[in-house]
Structures are given as C-alpha cells and as structure tokens.
Nanobody, 124 residues
C-alpha cells in the first residue's frame, strides 16, 4: 500500500512559480509510474503530467506544456511538479497519483493510489 502526501501549494500571482512535491511511502516507489492531476471547482479531474518509473516516458497536457516540468527522485521517493508562468486557469487542487499499471497512463481511473491534494490558487 503506497501512501502519497503532496505539499507546496499556495497562492501566487499570475506569471509566478510554484513547486509541488509528492512524498511516497509504504511501497516500492521506484516501480510505480506517477502522475499529477488537478481538479478545479465545478470541473472534472484532469491529467496534468505523468512520468514512468524510470523517467524514460514523460507526457504533459497541452495546457501546461512548456510551463510545467515533472521529475522524480527514486532514491528520495519523491516526484516533483515545477510550475512556471502560472495562469489563473491553473487554479485547482493538485493530486499526486501512483499506478502499478505499465505505460504511464494519462487516465486517472488507471491510478491506484492518490494523495489528499494540495490547493494551488493563481490570482490575476
């Protein structure tokens, strides 16, 4: 059983940056593909970025491509999401997720473990 804890959210002005961190425990982190998803008020949860267990596969949603960077440190059991040039439309609760399925999927239903989420608010 993998436990995930996100941190690093907060309030930032448009154009600013935040770095989200996800700490994993309780399982073989290095064998899990990891993802970041987000959910804005009144909207469905959406894919943001994924990274395969070894870091060889990385994908981003079109809306964040070129602004966000996902990375992982298997020695520290952490996955990071560096968010630059933030926009008000990036405002959401951001969730870290882990999957035992292969292929680093972008569909949230394929993820087995979820963190509690961290709020990101971008003011205009």
């Amino acid at each position: 059983q993998v436990q995930l804890v996100e941190s690093g959210g907060g309030l930032v002005q448009a154009g600013g940056s935040l770095r989200l961190s996800c700490a994993a425990s309780g399982g073989p982190f290095s064998s899990h593909d990891m993802g970041w998803f987000r959910q804005a008020p009144g909207k469905e949860r959406e894919f943001v970025a994924i990274i395969s267990w070894g870091g060889g596969k990385i994908e981003y949603a079109d809306s964040v491509k070129g602004r966000f960077t996902i990375s992982r440190d298997n020695a520290k059991n952490t996955v990071l999401l560096q968010m630059n040039s933030l926009k008000p439309e990036d405002t959401a609760v951001y969730y870290c997720a882990a999957t035992i399925r292969s292929g680093a999927p972008t569909q949230d239903w394929k993820y087995d473990y979820w963190g509690q989420g961290t709020q990101v608010t971008v003011s205009s």
